[in-house]
């Protein structure tokens, strides 16, 4: 993020689109540690799933590996997940590497057909339509929308 935004502030020439930039990288920055804070009301056990995601959010991952590399039961533990996180581990799987997919979106010129390769999504097709069911906008729109906003 820091790059991407020093690179349009020196694109900037008055102080009124500096300001306004200014004011996006501020909401930018708090919706993430909002979201950080938002994650830290889950057990251990959960946490460690999604610490999990994270670390290897690029990666071609399932279930199982989670599961392994916790040491959980399978049913017990897909049982809490559910319950802390109101969603299934697969479900939340795929929103996570969808919201790091708006990152790239955002703040890098990567190729729709190159984010959908370096999140393991089965194809460009299918990323793109569980980007639009998830965000309600395709990625080429949501790159947009995010670029005419600075």
């Known amino acids: 993020m820091i790059d991407f935004y020093t690179q349009e502030c020196e694109k900037l020439n008055n102080v009124e689109a500096i300001n306004n930039l200014r004011y996006i990288i501020v909401t930018s920055f708090a919706k993430k540690v909002r979201n950080i804070k938002r994650e830290s009301k889950y057990s251990k056990d959960v946490m460690s799933a999604i610490d999990f995601i994270k670390a290897n959010i690029t990666s071609n991952f399932g279930i199982d590996e989670i599961i392994e590399s916790i040491g959980k039961k399978r049913t017990s533990f897909l049982n809490k997940f ?69």
């Open 82 to 150: 559910k319950k802390e996180t109101s969603i299934t581990l697969g479900k939340y799987i795929q929103r996570a590497k969808l919201e790091e997919t708006k990152n790239l979106l955002e703040f890098s010129d990567t190729s729709i057909l190159d984010i959908s390769i370096i999140f393991n999504f089965s194809s460009q097709a299918y990323f793109q339509n569980l980007f639009k069911k998830e965000f309600g906008v395709t990625p080429l729109e949501f790159r947009k929308q995010k670029r005419e906003a600075i």
